[in-house]
């Protein structure tokens, strides 16, 4: 089964600016359970020295157009290379 390259992009990007939405609103309900979850995902990493910073639209925007486009191409560059190896067989 091929994967069509701007079909899987656009559910890749999708999905994260869903996931990206969503981490906000935890976020801005729960900040201290969203930060320690963030810290054990860094195995270690001392994300108290980073600090926090405010949530503003801009960066809301900025962080959710970045990580969008980004999942986009992953997404093409994924079934990109799916499809090419598949066609190795």
């Known amino acids: ?28 309900l729960f900040p201290d359970w969203m930060f320690a979850m963030g810290q054990s995902w860094f195995h270690g990493i001392a994300l108290q020295k980073l600090g926090t910073a405010d949530l503003v639209s801009g960066n809301f925007f900025s962080g959710l157009v970045s990580a969008t486009v980004s999942a986009w191409l992953v997404g093409y560059l994924f079934a990109y290379f799916y499809n090419f190896f598949l066609g190795k067989k």
């Open 1 to 28: 089964m091929k994967h069509h390259p701007v079909s899987t992009a656009h559910a890749a990007g999708a999905t994260t600016a869903v996931v990206f939405v969503a981490c906000r609103f935890l976020v801005g």
